[in-house]
């Protein structure tokens, strides 16, 4: 580096006061503080994920639960890993529609001339996520766990499982934020993805053993993908064979996020 | 890159043929700039002019279709990250986040600068204190005033104590007394040796503030020069002076053509003269007092933009009146 253009030895400023570890990494992290505390700061937007697998519980357990199991605990021991993911899985939606309006505030100016990656941003809400996915199973596993709910597997296992639905989770999130980016209106994100849920989490083994379904419908519950999470889940929660279902599970979710995050990631780079 | 080694010891700032289309817009058609190190450039122009495109372009923000420029010496093209090191950006629109506080605004910039958690507490603090918003630190910029919020965006744009900073219309919509505070700090800026670009549409403040001053027109510079200069082309301040009792202002118009030697021009209740330099204000005060005359508007002004505008174009619409965004 050339003298002249060294910049002004600068009063109180020392090397020290500079961190240089993985910057790449330390910019998503940093941002992701940013998504946080503005999570933290609109605390109404964990209502839903709070409310939504309570009264869910509420109207399967006690509503269908008899009809559909012949007492209600066992239907709870059955459905909640469903509902768990249900939850988690509507909830990665709202990451498209928050992006795409975020991207248009005034600080992603001032992000686009600091000497940081276009992704970090990006990234940084993507990590954010994680946290409130976290939040949101464990507050539907406390729910169950109020209602009655009882894991008869090892704690390791259990947290297996609690982590199986969190990356499910965030490879997912990925298509609700290459929607996000191109589509035009940040509303019609919502109703795509909701959409696009719905025959992924009703049209699975969630709800009721795919046994009892009619063979065309068997057909779709048997490659859905939502199925074997479900499955593997609960096997992990409740006892039951994991291997095949988690496996399926694991390779599904990893080609989501191999076809969606770089989609994902350049159509944010032409936006942001 | 002989020529670069040049450019890059002489110039914080060398743009050559700088050229942008928005669609049908051709917003800058071969704009070539030079700001020496530690001096302050100002661009003048209208609405729709092409300067928040360029500053944007010189920011890294926007890469331009044609022409090439280096900050600091390095290339805004093939070195983005390297000019976003030495630059600090002050948009014409606030750049915080609305639902963060000052400081965490503030605090978050310093971390992407790759401060310590510490070091970039204390600059944040620095800052605040330096532009009067240790109160409303810790309250969310959302409910900042204008002023608030456009001095912490300026505060936003120094955490990294840049070389060379960028002001997009920095006082357009402040209050007189909050134009004056923006242009201390500007001065302020220069003493540390640091460069600025100023955008503005006023030729009053790229008087007061800049070594030099563009003219930029419908995306082109069609004038380039110290304020003197171009000061020399547009004509010189016009001397106003209102008097508290109309009846005076038949008084006051004599007076003026004497001290200045020309008939002043007399319009709703004041008469104005075009003068060549400040004595004359002098004059004009000491008459007033020994005759007791009362006034109620005493200015020695520079003509605006429109006439700035009409001089150098001979057109008489210099704002086309667009609406940017
Ligand atoms: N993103 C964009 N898309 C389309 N047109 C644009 C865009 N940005 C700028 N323009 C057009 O380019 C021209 C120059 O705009 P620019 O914002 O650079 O002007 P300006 O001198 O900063 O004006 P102002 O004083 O109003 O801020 C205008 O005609 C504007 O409408
Ligand atoms: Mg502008």
């Known amino acids: ?272 | 890159m002989a020529s670069t080694v040049v450019v890059m010891t002489n110039h914080a700032i060398h743009a050559e043929g700088l050229t942008k289309r928005f669609g049908e817009t051709l917003a800058l058609d071969g704009v070539d700039l030079s700001v020496p190190h530690g001096t302050v450039l100002g661009v003048l122009g209208p609405n729709g002019a092409g300067k928040t495109t360029a500053v944007r372009i010189l920011a890294t923000l926007l890469q331009p279709d044609a022409g090439s420029a280096t900050v600091a010496g390095h290339d805004v093209l093939r070195e983005p990250d390297a000019v976003r090191r030495a630059i600090g950006l002050t948009g014409q629109y606030a750049a915080v986040d609305e639902q963060l506080t000052g400081r965490e605004n503030l605090v978050l910039v310093g971390r992407l600068l790759d401060l310590t958690r510490a070091a970039a507490a204390r600059r944040a603090e620095e800052l605040l204190e330096q532009f009067g918003l240790t109160e409303a630190a810790d309250r969310r910029t959302r409910t900042y005033s204008g002023g608030m919020r456009r001095r912490l965006d300026l505060a936003a744009s120094l955490v990294g104590r840049p070389e060379v900073i960028y002001l997009d219309e920095p006082t357009t919509g402040l209050d007189p007394s909050k134009r004056e505070d923006m242009w201390d700090v500007v001065r302020e800026l220069t003493l540390q040796g640091t460069t600025v670009l100023l955008t503005t549409q006023y030729l009053e403040e790229a008087d007061a503030l800049a070594d030099a001053i563009s003219v930029f027109d419908r995306g082109r510079v069609i004038a380039h020069g110290t304020p003197d200069e171009l000061k020399a082309i547009v004509g010189g301040r016009t001397l106003r002076v209102r008097p508290a009792d109309p009846v005076d202002l038949a008084d006051v118009t004599a007076l003026l053509a004497r001290v200045v030697g020309r008939e002043p021009e007399v319009l709703k209740g004041h008469a104005s003269v075009p003068v060549e330099d400040s004595a004359a204000l002098a004059a004009v005060v000491a008459g007033l007092d020994a005759r007791g005359i009362d006034v109620t508007e005493l200015a020695l002004e520079l003509p605006d933009l429109d006439e700035v505008f009409f001089t150098l174009t001979g057109r008489n619409e210099s704002h086309e009146m667009e609406n940017v965004r």
């Open chain 1, 1 to 272: 580096m050339s003298n002249t253009l060294a910049p002004r030895p600068v009063p109180g400023t020392v090397d020290a006061d500079r961190v240089t570890w993985w910057p790449w990494l330390r910019h998503a992290l940093v941002l992701s503080g940013r998504s946080v505390t503005k999570m933290m700061r609109h605390p109404e937007q964990f209502f839903d994920v709070t409310l939504q697998p309570a009264l869910f519980l509420v109207i399967f357990v006690y509503v269908l639960g008899g009809a559909i199991s012949g007492n209600t605990h066992d239907y709870l021991q059955f459905v909640l890993p469903g509902i768990m993911i249900q939850t988690v899985l509507f909830s990665t939606v709202s990451i498209g529609v928050n992006l795409s309006t975020d991207i248009k505030e005034g600080v992603f100016d001032r992000f686009r001339s600091l000497p940081i990656p276009r992704s970090a941003p990006l990234v940084g809400a993507t990590i954010a996520e994680c946290l409130r996915y976290g939040i949101t199973i464990v507050v539907s596993l406390a729910m169950g766990v109020l209602m009655g709910f009882r894991t008869s597997t090892s704690p390791v296992s259990v947290l297996l499982g609690m982590l199986m639905v969190l990356a499910f989770a965030w490879c997912l999130c990925w298509v609700s934020i290459w929607l996000g980016m191109i589509v035009r209106e940040a509303g019609s994100v919502q109703g795509l993805g909701f959409l696009a849920l719905f025959p992924l989490t009703f049209g699975s083994s969630m709800f009721a053993s795919a046994d009892t379904m009619p063979g065309w419908l068997q057909t779709w519950v048997k490659i859905n993908p939502v199925t074997h999470l479900t499955d593997a889940v609960r096997g992990l929660l409740t006892g039951g064979p994991v291997a095949e279902d988690a496996t399926i599970a694991a390779l599904t979710s990893a080609v989501i996020l191999a076809v969606f995050a770089p989609l994902a990631v350049r159509a944010y780079r032409r936006k942001a």
